[in-house]
């Protein structure tokens, strides 16, 4: 005979309902019931519900609408996630409903429930029965654990080979259990034999089903085949309700997004906001990308960078926006050239239309760099100079006068000229951003580039200085220094000369030896002074070239020293 049967509840009979439901009811007649209370399952179910709203909930507010954060679209692993936490959320909700409906169709707590006569799971509308009239053998299990009790587990052995566990984790429980099932078993049996029928249909609740030979029972299925039904009426459904709400969801919450990253990005009128949508965007990217190059334009003019809007020429080659770039740089260049001429000396017409011609190649070239150039004296210059010195010393009455010649070579002017750098490249980086006009030291400038070109002679003065600690002399240099600017393609070139002369006097620092004996002033020293009195006296000379004595560059010049 059969040993497991299922019914559809609603399909019972009105008096098997009645009296299974007092049957649970009673004491009398139930040895066992597995239940959970009504609060403490619906406060985990409802916890789990609420838990996985609330993780779907962040999830999909995470970064919502933000163009340059939210990625969402291409985290395609994000609808395993929903559907995991849609899966949660569905089935508690799906276990809440049914709870409330089972419990106002039962009124009693759905569960595992042992009569004498049946072991009944009836957790859901299809009631699960195992007949223990085919009971062969019951085992009691306690498990323990380290010493401590974990379990016991009741193994029903029936008469076709089946088995099945109930598990009780309640010791005392567990002892009441048994022996209430075989103290009630026997009081079955002697009902069965007294004809006590009141209390058999305590004892088997399912007595007028047995009686119908269980035809209300359906049909027995195989255990893996009760199992695939199982999953396919519950778990396997949910999963499947699950993926497809979490597909939807994704989408929906993306297309929702995409819309908020849109908006946001056009209110916001950054090419942050542009780029990120471009990047992490679906549904409006050609618009995006066509608006991008003006959105950038709009942005980096606000910044008054000639660099930024030169970048732009190249990142947007055949955008719209180039002639508003080109007209951009061409205020910026008029502006640093209107600044420049507040400040310059307006007298010199020459000067001005050539920084005019400098600065308009600079714009049309897109290149801001001005190279400063020396030409040096010559070795045969340098020589001459020293035969001339040579000759002189005839007029000094037996004074040797000190070769100059090496004091002036290219080792040593290098630092000097550098001095004349960055004093030009202080005083005109006032007025002129790097990026409009940038002067820079560069000795090897081709004729292609636009240059300040500083050729300078040493030639005596006439002049002859002398110490009173040495018998030696040295002669007084003058520096003349021709300067233009160079450039390219300009018809008229700006040229100025300058002349500085040897001081009357200076002083010149050197120890003396530990004994008090003077030792002679480092030649190389006496020529360097010199020079750099000389290069010193250059220095004001060109800011006075360019700059008004009462501009603020010159003060400002005057007072750094340069």
């Not at 949910?238 to 709400?245: G, P």
């Not at 450039?487 to 010149?508: C, G, M, Q, T």
Request: hydrophobic share 45%.
């Amino acid at each position: 005979m059969r040993v497991f049967y299922q019914f559809d509840y609603d399909a019972l009979p009105r008096n098997v309902k009645k009296h299974l439901a007092r049957s649970v009811k009673s004491p009398d007649f139930l040895v066992h019931g597995q239940v959970t209370a009504n609060a403490r399952w619906y406060f985990l179910h409802v916890t789990l519900l609420a838990v996985c709203s609330f993780f779907i909930f962040l999830t999909a507010a995470a970064h919502f609408g933000d163009p340059i954060n939210d990625i969402a679209w291409h985290k395609t692993g994000l609808i395993t996630w929903y559907a995991i936490l849609f899966f949660g959320a569905v089935y508690a909700g799906h276990a809440i409903w049914q709870r409330m409906q089972l419990s106002a169709k039962f009124r009693f707590l759905p569960g595992h429930y042992l009569f004498p006569l049946a072991l009944v799971d009836i957790r859901s509308n299809k009631i699960a029965v195992h007949d223990l009239a085919q009971l062969r053998k019951l085992d009691a299990t306690h498990h323990e654990n380290n010493g401590r009790y974990k379990k016991t587990v009741f193994s029903f052995s029936f008469n076709d080979g089946t088995r099945k566990d109930l598990v009780i984790t309640n010791l005392n429980q567990a002892e009441i259990a048994l022996e209430k099932f075989n103290t009630y078993k026997t009081k079955a049996r002697n009902a069965f034999h007294d004809r006590d029928i009141a209390s058999l249909y305590g004892f088997d609740p399912f007595l007028d089903v047995r009686k119908n030979k269980w035809r209300e029972a359906l049909a027995t299925t195989s255990l893996p085949k009760r199992i695939l039904t199982l999953l396919i009426e519950l778990k396997v459904v949910l999963l499947m309700l699950a993926i497809l709400i979490a597909a939807v969801f994704w989408y929906g919450r993306n297309a929702a997004s995409d819309k908020k990253m849109y908006l946001n990005a056009k209110q916001s009128q950054t090419e942050a906001a542009y780029l990120g949508y471009l990047a992490n965007g679906k549904f409006k990217l050609a618009e995006m990308q066509a608006e991008l190059p003006r959105v950038v334009f709009n942005e980096v003019q606000k910044k008054h960078s000639v660099t930024l809007l030169r970048q732009l020429k190249r990142r947007f080659p055949q955008s719209d926006i180039l002639p508003d770039v080109a007209e951009e740089i061409h205020l910026l260049y008029d502006s640093a050239l209107q600044k420049f001429r507040a400040q310059a000396v307006n007298s010199d017409t020459g000067m001005i239309k050539s920084m005019e011609q400098l600065l308009k190649f600079a714009e049309e070239h897109d290149n801001p760099n001005v190279a400063i150039s020396f030409n040096r004296p010559t070795e045969n210059d340098l020589s001459q100079l020293d035969i001339f010195l040579k000759l002189k010393e005839n007029k000094l009455r037996g004074m040797k006068i000190i070769p100059a010649a090496k004091y002036f070579a290219d080792n040593s002017a290098a630092t000097r000229e550098t001095r004349i750098v960055d004093g030009m490249r202080s005083a005109f980086s006032s007025i002129f951003p790097n990026d409009v006009l940038a002067f820079n030291a560069n000795p090897a400038a081709k004729d292609n580039v636009p240059r300040l070109l500083i050729a300078y002679q040493i030639e005596p003065s006439g002049k002859v200085y002398t110490s009173d600690k040495q018998d030696d002399a040295f002669v007084g240099l003058v520096m003349r220094f021709k300067a233009a600017i160079l450039v390219p393609n300009a018809k008229d070139r700006w040229k100025f000369d300058l002349e500085v002369e040897p001081p009357d006097s200076f002083n010149v620092d050197y120890k003396t030896s530990s004994r008090d004996v003077l030792h002679r002033a480092p030649e190389g020293q006496v020529y360097a002074v010199m020079a750099e009195r000389a290069f010193d006296k250059l220095a004001n000379k060109i800011n006075a070239a360019f700059f008004r004595p009462d501009s603020a560059v010159f003060m400002r010049q005057v007072k750094n020293g340069q």
